[in-house]
């Protein structure tokens, strides 16, 4: 069996005594999009930030292509070949849209003209390439959105955490990202999503992990993950028959 | 359109400023003419910190300071020659630098701030105290009387200055990356950047140049004391020209730097009764300036908002650490 891209193996983050993230363990293997999903306050976020190298977990270990990773500054995790995007987006706002592509671009290409270069690749691949001149604060929250991906394909990444790139968008914009993510997959692209909208996360994840209160209570294909009665008392409440169930 | 035309116009305008002083030998002017561009230069590097990264260095005369006494402690107790001896003093400003900002660039915020603040205040003790420096009583160094020498080695400083931050900042990837730091620091680290170590960089940047200058100054002037290198007014003048000019640009300080030099050589010619009330304009001038034109003067006429970006982060105005 191939080594998998990202080893995620009993990781605990905690804020004092709160327990963010409490030993979630899974894998994901490359050329995969998972999904990472659960109710608000699951801990997802947190999550992405020990994945990426924002937040040490305080137990636990995380192996990126067979690697041990675990503690590394983000800016090493991004060397190293992991791109993400925050859910508040986080664009260079008083540089251009180019100049946002540009400055990731100098990771891997660390000459002006090859970066120049480089960026423009990923804004035509975006889709943005019209805007190249305009200030990233002009940004639509769509156009955001994408610029923020493109900032994270620029690292020309193996794996890349993409965290709410769908979520406020109208859908028209959400279709043009689902195609988007599907497009970086076809590149060659390991993708490691959080989405609140199941209709885009059922539609393009191959593998989705569902968290709650930090613990991961299910994992497996969208359909199986779907029909789950843990995740459905988590994003609906118990039911009263398994309330009335368990206490007769 | 970027390139070639554009570093040949930088070089053009240097060798055209460089031919004033052969028009112009009268001893007032020259003075004038060398001291505008000693502060053109402490505002171009004031402006590295303060407007491509946000960080506002309270003690930026500090390395003029160092530059100054080390240039006189080599020239008068070693009998080094001038030109090594104000190497040597961009050399201590640069290790200076990275003393202070070993420590306090790993944070975020008003360390840095604060650091670079105290630094100046005990760095300027230290000359007051020791005897080497001479204490209160300042350095004497050897007399070298020829005006138009020191506005062409100034020029060359400065412009040299100039030249090399230009590239650096506007047209090589360190400019750009700097700017994403400014823009947002912890977003920065997520597409590869390594803040504390960029900072770290652009600070010695910053330093060795304003220590050359001060070095330069020293042997022009022939006489140093604590409160002329290092006292507050360095840092302060060269923060009110940066910001007046506009932050986050090279021209905008340069202006900047000329304009308040012609004010304030105005009013010292003129006004010198009411010498307590320089400090208050160059207080109330700063205040005025970020309050109504945070993209100084420069930035104001361009349109870019580039001084107002760096004075939000540099005084901490908007938030920017959130994950």
Redesign the interface.
């Known amino acids: 069996m191939p080594e998998p891209v990202l080893k995620v193996e009993g990781v605990t983050v905690t804020f004092g005594g709160l327990v963010a993230v409490d030993s979630v363990s899974f894998q994901v293997a490359a050329g995969e999009i998972v999904g990472l999903i659960g109710p608000n306050g699951a801990g997802k976020t947190t999550l992405f930030?020990a994945v990426?190298?924002?937040y040490k977990p305080t137990r636990g270990r995380i192996s990126f292509l067979g690697r041990d990773v675990t503690g590394r500054?983000?800016?090493a995790l991004?060397?190293g070949g992991i791109?993400?995007t925050?859910q508040?987006v986080?664009?260079?706002?008083?540089?251009s849209v180019l100049?946002n592509i540009?400055?990731?671009s100098?990771?891997r290409h660390?000459?002006?003209a090859a970066?120049r270069r480089k960026a423009w690749e990923v804004l035509k691949f975006i889709g943005l390439g019209d805007r190249a001149d305009l200030p990233a604060a002009g940004l639509t929250l769509a156009g955001r959105k994408r610029l923020e991906i493109g900032?994270?394909l620029?690292?020309e990444p193996k794996l890349i955490l993409l965290d709410e790139v769908v979520a406020g968008l109208n859908p028209t914009e959400a279709d043009q990202t689902v195609r988007l993510i599907l497009k970086i997959r076809d590149a060659g692209m390991t993708i490691l999503i959080v989405e609140h909208i199941m209709r885009v996360i059922m539609k393009i994840s191959t593998r989705i992990i569902v968290l709650n209160y930090g613990r991961m209570i299910a994992q497996g294909k969208p359909d199986e993950v779907a029909r789950d009665r843990q995740v459905v008392e988590a994003y609906l409440g118990e039911s009263a028959d398994a309330t009335d169930g368990s206490t007769s | 359109m970027r390139g070639r035309p554009a570093w040949l116009w930088i070089l053009l305008v240097i060798a055209g400023v460089g031919l004033v002083p052969v028009v112009m030998t009268d001893a007032f002017f020259l003075r004038l003419f060398t001291e505008a561009l000693m502060w053109i230069g402490l505002a171009i590097t004031w402006d590295i910190m303060a407007g491509y990264i946000g960080y506002l260095n309270f003690g930026h005369g500090v390395f003029f300071g160092v530059g100054a006494y080390t240039t006189a402690l080599f020239i008068v107790k070693a009998g080094v020659p001038f030109g090594p001896a104000v190497a040597l003093g961009g050399v201590a400003a640069g290790l200076t630098a990275l003393v202070i900002g070993w420590p306090t660039l790993r944070l975020r915020g008003a360390y840095f701030a604060i650091g670079t603040w105290a630094l100046n205040r005990a760095v300027g003790q230290l000359a007051l105290v020791l005897d080497i420096t001479g204490g209160a009583d300042g350095m004497r160094l050897p007399p070298f009387l020829r005006p138009q020498f020191f506005s062409w080695v100034m020029l060359g400083v400065v412009g040299a200055t100039f030249l090399v931050l230009w590239l650096l900042l506007e047209?090589?990837?360190f400019g750009?990356?700097l700017?994403?730091i400014?823009?947002?620091e912890?977003?920065?680290?997520?597409?590869?950047?390594?803040p504390a170590w960029l900072k770290l960089q652009a600070f010695v940047l910053s330093a060795v140049p304003a220590g050359i200058i001060g070095g330069v100054y020293a042997y022009w002037i022939t006489f140093i004391d604590p409160s002329s290198t290092l006292g507050d007014l360095i840092t302060d003048q060269a923060t009110v020209m940066a910001v007046f000019g506009g932050l986050g640009t090279l021209i905008g300080p340069v202006i900047g730097a000329i304009l308040f030099f012609a004010f304030k050589t105005y009013f010292w010619a003129y006004l010198s009764d009411y010498q307590v009330l320089y400090l208050i304009i160059l207080g109330l001038a700063i205040a005025a300036t970020v309050l109504f034109l945070p993209d100084g003067f420069w930035g104001t006429i361009t349109k870019r908002?580039?001084g107002r970006?760096a004075l939000h982060k540099g005084l901490a105005l908007k938030e920017t650490t959130?994950?």
């Open positions: 930030n990426s190298g924002y500054q983000p800016y991004a060397a791109g993400r925050f508040i986080k664009p260079f706002a008083g540089l100049e540009v400055v990731a100098y990771l660390p000459r002006q970066a900032k994270a620029a690292l | 047209q090589a990837p750009l990356k700017k994403a400014r823009e947002d912890s977003g920065s680290l997520a597409i590869g950047l390594n908002q580039e970006r959130e994950t």
